[in-house]
């Protein structure tokens, strides 16, 4: 693991080290790794119907989870075929992804530097991490740079609910939507699920 003094020396010469940044930042879901996979929180996520908008009408076969926690959509996407890396700023998500699929790739990453090459991936999937990142419009062009034809990122609705995260850490649509212009995607779709909203943004 880095040392605390790397860590300082990266965070003041404006390369922010990731092991500072996940305790720095007060979105970042910071509780028990296997609450992630509750059997409330699972049903909430639609994971299937995620899954199914997120692919749809596109041939792809490939998927990064950016923020990927204990993998829970890269274990689905697995079931279906897709081959799957996951990246997450968290050393013991990582841990978790890596036991509970095998079969993915997984690195301890921020979602502002992806350690891939360009156009790396199908779809790229931001799994309630968005509202988390701690420069929102350079994790969305490092998404961009690393896909070939669909970023997908699935978020709290922009409402008080008696789930997730504080209103104010919750994520604007039009914020969503102003940044992913910005980044270069040519078209953003959105769609309303039961609780939570998904954005599909096209290369």
């Not at 296997?34 to 692919?55: C, F, M, N, P, Q």
């Amino acid at each position: 693991m880095i040392s605390a003094k790397k860590c300082q020396a990266k965070l003041e010469g404006n390369n922010r080290c990731p092991y500072l940044l996940l305790f720095m930042n007060e979105r970042i879901f910071h509780d028990e790794i296997e609450k992630l996979r509750r059997a409330e929180r699972i049903e909430r996520s639609e994971i299937e119907r995620v899954i199914d908008l997120s692919s749809e009408g596109i041939e792809a076969g490939s998927v990064l989870d950016v923020g990927t926690g204990t993998a829970l959509f890269a274990e689905h996407f697995v079931r279906r075929g897709f081959k799957v890396c996951g990246i997450d700023i968290n050393p013991k998500m990582i841990a978790a992804a890596r036991r509970y699929v095998p079969q993915g790739e997984f690195k301890i990453s921020g979602a502002e530097a992806i350690p891939y090459r360009d156009q790396s991936f199908d779809i790229v999937f931001f799994g309630y991490v968005l509202h988390e990142v701690d420069d929102y419009l350079k994790a969305l062009k490092e998404a961009r740079r690393v896909c070939r034809k669909r970023v997908s990122i699935l978020e709290w609705r922009y409402e008080q609910q008696e789930f997730g995260p504080p209103i104010e850490h919750r994520l604007k649509p039009e914020k969503v939507i102003s940044w992913a212009k910005q980044a270069g995607f040519s078209s953003i779709e959105t769609t309303q699920l039961t609780h939570l909203v998904l954005y599909r943004l096209v290369i």
